[in-house]
């Protein structure tokens, strides 16, 4: 299925027409599917293809390698978590991926610095790292934009969400989902779920194997182009928007038998505000048709109850 497409370079045009009709578009968008693609994303095809090199080199290190670099008690949340720790929400059987987890780098004597566990540097990878860095500013600053026009057309002040993404709490995660060698009792590579974050900025899925739930409950297939960035809609945003914007259900279904052997590489870039966001819905988006449904959480209550029911934390 082909999900809507954007162009991020109309909303940062400075023409006031072409700015509004991308915000009605991913407005829309969102409400109708959850889930966009975006063109001109502010992401060079260098940066990603840098990306895509390390990242590989780092899941092909020997698995002792690599297991210096998960740490247990960070749940997760920096560095690597090796393959069959996590599981979606609700279902027992882990997913078949490996993953590997950058946070934030917070400038200008933020507390907040407190709040955060520190990256985890690879040093058998050395540009790893660094790519994974510029990585991360780079989808910060896209995302900060998309969340701009969704402040538009939600009503709110433009720059509403701009001080809780600052320093905040995004996740830029590497993915390896590795050929698959024996018949998967129930597993699949993701199974179905919503990602818990704002939004999701997901380069690489491209590739098969990314499915959405429709309206309709049945599974389609995400298509977008190779220059095209995958953004969707989180149950952060889904709560405070009292369910006005969708986060939309999907998972990674396995290959064909023919492709058992071939690896599927992603890298969403979770975009999470600071842990003191208030997610309580908005007043603008309660109505007599559509009454507060969420009880008030703060974005780190919220998160907190999220990574225990995946696995990630006790
Ligand atoms: O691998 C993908 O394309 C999607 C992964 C995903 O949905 C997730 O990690 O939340
Ligand atoms: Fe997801």
């Known amino acids: 299925m082909n999900i809507p497409v954007v162009d991020l370079s109309d909303f940062l045009s400075g023409d006031a027409t072409r700015k509004q009709n991308f915000v ?25 293809a840098d990306l895509y090199k390390y990242v590989q080199a780092f899941f092909a290190l020997p698995t002792d390698t690599k297991l210096k670099y998960e740490k247990k008690e960070l749940a997760g949340q920096r560095g690597y978590t090796s393959f069959g720790r996590e599981h979606a929400k609700g279902y027992e059987a882990p997913d078949l991926k490996e993953f590997f987890q950058l946070g934030q780098t917070v ?12 990256n985890v540097t690879v040093d ?62 129930s597993a699949i590579r993701a199974e179905q779920h919503e990602d818990i974050n704002l939004i999701t900025l997901l380069v690489g899925a491209s590739a098969d194997g990314l499915q959405i739930l429709t309206k309709q409950n049945e599974w389609v297939g995400v298509t977008s182009l190779p220059e095209q960035i995958v953004v969707n809609v989180g149950d952060m945003l ?47 988006c309660i109505t007599e048709g559509s009454p507060k449904a969420y009880e008030d959480a703060t974005a780190g209550e919220y998160l907190d109850e999220r990574l225990r029911e995946i696995g990630l934390k006790k």
């Open 24 to 48: 009605n578009e991913l407005g829309k968008a969102y409400e109708e599917v959850g889930f966009v693609a975006v063109k001109n994303h502010g992401i060079s095809d260098d940066l990603i």
């Open 107 to 118: 400038t200008d004597n933020d507390p907040i610095k407190e709040e955060y566990p520190d």
């Open 124 to 185: 058998e990878v050395p540009e790893f790292t660094p790519t994974m860095l510029s990585a991360y500013s780079n989808f910060e600053k896209s995302g900060k934009s998309l969340l701009q026009a969704i402040a538009l057309y939600l009503g709110l002040d433009e720059h509403y969400f701009d001080e809780y993404v600052h320093n905040g709490n995004s996740i830029l995660r590497a993915i390896h989902y590795p050929p698959i060698t024996s018949e998967p009792k």
């Open 238 to 284: 889904q709560r405070l928007t009292n369910n006005r914007l969708r986060s939309t259900t999907h998972r990674v279904v396995n290959p064909p038998r023919e492709l058992w052997a071939t690896s599927r590489y992603s890298i969403p870039f979770f975009l999470h505000p600071k842990g003191s966001m208030n997610l309580a819905c908005l007043e603008g």
